[in-house]
């Protein structure tokens, strides 16, 4: 056990540090010979290392892995390129384009050490600003050789011998105004850097000045970097990043406004100084980049004549260049047309699959250049899908898990993926994205979007998805409060009975995770609610790690979603049954589509019980239930507590008419129409009067029907003083518990009220209820086919009888059920 974590640390120590070196190698250096040792790419070495040591990693954690969806559809997408490699080398393509290909994609390799070691926060963190202030150092550069054409000749020629001779980087004549700088590879993540270097202004107020100025060369570094595909993309990345903080994050947005403002001003005097030194309105040369780039040649041919000694032959040589280069780019764009209609002539023969790897137009170098085109023409729209799937996966889960985790986190996750956004778009007129580059940022942005380590000590995770049985599980978070757990409890932001949002905050630790609302008890909009609340919990458990899980049922899912956990961490899971759903579910169909549902629901509960340290159950009827849908698992009976009544129990009933009780919702799960049957009965032979406390949709129908039936009412609204409660308890002669026949319910919260008050009950409820009913003579169990004879059992009861009811009942309570 001691060698295994010792060989992780070692592993991981080794798979940062080769990933470190990587970022840096591909952001300052590129891809230019300065790089290459032996003939070998150093950026290659770190890849190779990082990534083996990650290997070693997963094989040490991999049913962590296992569980992991981004690393299960990129290892998905890798396995369609291998697929993809042999179809194109079976069809004899190209061999040095398939390898150009293969390598190309070989890349996506490195979100294995990113997912491997980036997981925690500190670790993150410092990643991330080693990202920016290396493209803040890129940003400096590209200022720095901005200068390039006023440079004195001794110094401009070495630079030029420098940067050409090791294709670092592309220094070019932008329509003879200014100079343009392309950084073969850094320049591509210049708005990464920029959205990472706001947000750590807006998350290290201390240090905001500095990440001001980052985000400010940032945007410097895009202007002079790029064309129309870099101020395209950064147009729609500023877009996207406004659009988010403001759905998102408001709170931030003010705050985002003032530090723009800034960052504005600092490029506003960079722009300025450069204009000087060019003796160029540079603002034009903006225009003519974003409106007029493809009505005007520019020259981007990067065989720039070497500086020369004599001014004549330097302007002959620059006049007869710049025509021989607008010939140049008239028959490059020629040249990209033809080979974007062979792709698509490629793309309509193998739509769904591609060509294979490999795949050329055999015109100039085969390549396609194209990145959307070029993927679609090799791997089809089926490989295209795979490829985007776990960057949808990473933006939804970073705006529907933003309530989970830290702003500090989301807010990161948000700008890789805008960062990866702006590749995206670049990717449109270029073929980078299947580069280091692209599939750097790509990784980067999947990774930040799951969740950072923040372990606490000897922590318990309380979780239910809505506050309505907080009665009962307030009994066991203090439990564990007392055993000494640091006890979170975690809740929706919807309360089932008001179907209205709420805030909780009785706990000290309480959380509560926003979810989808809903206006029914059965709709879509419920399960979608429910299943939306299980995926938050699991990431915000695989990031805190709690050593104990507690999950109330219903909802089902959340079994799943714990079990799931344990899976990875091997940590306690309580399920407590509180309720059977969709047994208890007031719905009976032979609709096939409808039951098949209904057994996927029941299934994330039953296949998932397994896994559970303990079960919990409301009640013994529900062991039985479980029993015959083949669980037969260690389970405990755990009733609900209430706190015990201090008044005691007076005879206030007259025997010349008869009170009866109604507490609780009135719902869809009670039988509105037994309950008539019985109490028409009463009034046939006394004068019956019923106490209602309580609310509910079907309110209005059930006094309807009461007074259709001459029934005395006396609506006390909504009581939850113990007192209060007891004074009209004590005016009745029975409290009535009559639901419908077709719920698998055992016990109920209403009988459990009923029973600390000493009221005996009128019971349709079958199980724990009805048994205890029977033994302790607590009141009458109805039969459904014989309500006469019940209701004249009730009538032939004397007061005595009574009183020895009211007293069972509360005995039963204080035996049971009493805290």
């Known amino acids: 056990m001691k060698s295994s974590k010792t060989i992780k640390i070692v592993m991981e120590m080794i798979t940062y540090i080769s990933l470190v070196l990587y970022m840096f190698d ?57 697929i993809a490699a042999i179809r194109g080398f079976v069809g004899k393509q190209n061999t040095t384009i398939l390898l150009s290909d293969f390598k190309g994609f070989l890349n ?82 210049f708005f990464a850097g920029f959205a990472l270097s706001i947000v750590f202004s807006l998350i290290e107020n201390k240090r905001k000045i500095i990440w001001i100025f980052i985000a400010s060369l940032d945007i410097f570094g895009v202007f002079i970097s790029y064309t129309r595909s870099g101020y395209l993309a950064f147009v729609i990345g500023i877009f996207a990043f406004v659009v988010l903080i403001l759905l998102f994050y408001r709170d931030f947005f003010k705050t985002l ?67 021989t280069n607008k010939k140049a780019e008239i028959q490059n764009l020629a040249i990209r047309e033809q080979r974007k209609t062979l792709a698509l002539e490629n793309i309509k023969k193998h739509p769904l699959f591609g060509g294979g790897l490999g795949v050329s137009n055999d015109i100039n170098d085969g390549f396609i250049e194209y990145f959307y085109l070029d993927i679609l023409s090799k791997i089809g729209f089926i490989g295209f899908i795979i490829f985007i799937i776990p960057f949808l996966f990473s933006v939804f889960d970073t705006i529907i898990l933003r309530d989970v985790f830290c702003k500090e986190q989301r807010l990161l996750a948000l700008a890789a993926q805008l960062g990866c956004l702006f590749v995206f778009v670049i990717s449109y ?71 209205k949002r709420y ?109 559970a340290d303990q079960i919990w159950i409301e009640c013994d009827y529900y062991r039985e239930l479980l ?37 609780g919702s009135i719902n869809n799960i009670i039988d509105i129409s037994l309950i008539e049957k019985i109490v028409s009965e009463f009034a046939k032979n006394k004068r019956t009067r019923i106490h209602i406390i309580g609310d509910g949709e079907r309110k209005d129908e059930f006094l309807d029907i009461l007074k259709k039936n001459s029934i005395e009412i006396i609506d006390h609204g909504k009581v939850y003083e113990i007192d209060k409660l007891q004074e009209i308890f004590d005016q009745c002669w029975f409290g009535i518990n009559v639901l419908r026949e077709d719920l698998a319910i055992g016990i109920t919260m209403k009988s459990i009220s009923y029973f600390r008050g000493g009221l005996p009950i009128i019971n349709t409820v079958q199980g724990d209820t009805s048994r205890f009913v029977e033994e302790c003579n607590i009141g009458i169990n109805v039969d459904r086919h014989d309500v006469k004879s019940c209701v004249l059992r009730i009538l032939n009861i004397t007061k005595d009888d009574l009183a020895c009811m009211k007293n069972n009942t509360r005995n039963l309570f204080e035996q049971k059920f009493a805290e």
């Open 627 to 663: 029993s015959a849908q083949k669980i037969n698992l260690p389970m405990e009976t755990k009733y609900l507590k209430l706190k015990n009544a201090e008044t005691s129990i007076e005879m206030k009933v007259s025997e010349e008419e008869i009170d009866l009780c109604y507490l």
């Open 429 to 499: 007129f270029n073929p980078c994205l299947n580069s280091s580059v692209g599939l750097f940022m790509y990784s980067l942005a999947l990774v930040l979007s799951m969740p950072w380590e923040n372990k606490k000590p000897k922590t318990a995770y309380f979780i239910s998805s809505t506050n309505h049985y907080n009665v009962r599980t307030g009994k066991f978070v203090n439990d564990y409060v007392k055993k000494g757990y640091d006890v979170i409890y975690v809740t929706s932001d919807f309360d089932h009975m008001t179907k």
């Open 257 to 323: 406004a003032i530090r723009a403002c800034f960052v504005g001003g600092i490029v506003v005097v960079l722009i300025g100084m450069v204009s000087v030194a060019e003796k160029v309105n540079l603002v034009d040369v903006a225009i003519n980049r974003c409106l007029f780039a493809g009505a005007e040649i520019e020259d981007t041919n990067t065989n720039v004549e070497k500086p020369s000694d004599n001014k004549n032959d330097k302007n002959n040589k620059n006049d007869k260049s710049e025509l």
């Open 26 to 82: 591909v952001v300052l250096l590129g891809t230019g010979e300065l790089t290459k040792s032996f003939g070998i790419q150093s950026r290659m070495i770190f890849f190779g290392i990082s990534v083996l040591a990650a290997v070693v990693l997963i094989l040490l954690d991999l049913k962590k892995y296992l569980n992991n969806k981004y690393l299960i559809s990129v290892l998905v997408f890798m396995v369609v390129i291998f």
């Open 503 to 611: 805030c909780f905050n009785e706990y000290k630790n309480s959380k509560q995770l926003h979810v989808i609302s809903y206006k029914k008890n059965l709709s879509i909009s419920r399960i979608l609610s429910h299943l939306m609340f299980s995926y938050k919990t699991f990431y915000m458990l695989l990031a805190c790690k709690p050593e104990l899980v507690y999950v109330e049922v219903p909802n089902n899912s959340l079994v799943k979603s714990s079990a799931k956990y344990k899976k990875i961490n091997n940590a306690e899971i309580i399920v407590d049954v509180f309720d059977m759903w969709p047994e208890s579910m007031p719905v009976k169909t032979k609709n096939m589509i409808v039951n098949w549902g209904f057994d996927i629901w029941r299934n994330f509960r039953n296949k998932n019980l397994k896994f």
């Open 108 to 189: 996506f390799l490195i979100v294995f050490p990113m997912m491997a070691v980036m997981y925690k926060k500190n670790r993150v963190i410092s990643f991330l600003k080693m990202l920016c202030l290396s493209l803040g150092v890129v940003s400096v550069l590209g200022i720095i050789l901005a200068f390039y054409l006023q440079m004195p000749l001794e110094m401009s020629r070495g630079a030029y011998d420098f940067f050409d001779g090791y294709n670092i980087c592309m220094i070019t004549e932008l329509t003879g105004k200014v100079t343009r700088i392309f950084f073969n590879s850094g320049s591509r993540l």
